[in-house]
Nanobody
């Protein structure tokens, strides 16, 4: 399985960004992670492939939206009201399961078997 992210870049604080993850995955959830400087990789959002239900980590609820277009094999991550704390490398991943809220609520990295290369998000004025 190959995953490829795009859409990162330089954004001013308060701005918005749409990240894309192209992944030819038929029956497994896709999740987004971010790694900010000095911190461990953090899971932020997942989408179940079968019914497009979504799951978010508490810290991003309300500002991050995950969605998908099955025809394009693409999962999106929309980020609103960006802050400098959102800056980092955003990666998408897939793993063993499809029911995101059931299996990925703790974003255990050992559950994920394929990763994209990541896309850099910089937040600065």
């Amino acid at each position: 399985v190959q995953l490829s992210e795009s859409g990162g870049g330089l954004v001013q604080p308060g701005g918005a960004l749409r990240l894309s993850c192209v992944a030819a995955v038929d029956d497994k959830a896709i999740c987004w992670f971010r790694q900010t400087p000095g911190k461990e990789r953090e899971g932020v959002a997942c989408m179940t492939k079968s019914d497009r239900t979504t799951y978010y980590t508490d810290s991003v609820t309300g500002r991050f939206t995950i969605s998908g277009d099955n025809a394009k094999n693409t999962v999106y991550l929309d980020i609103d009201n960006l802050t400098p704390e959102d800056a980092g490398v955003y990666s998408c991943a897939t793993g063993k399961y499809d029911l995101a809220a059931l299996y990925y609520s703790d974003f255990d990295l050992t559950d994920f078997t394929a990763w994209g290369q990541g896309t850099q998000v910089t937040v600065s004025s």
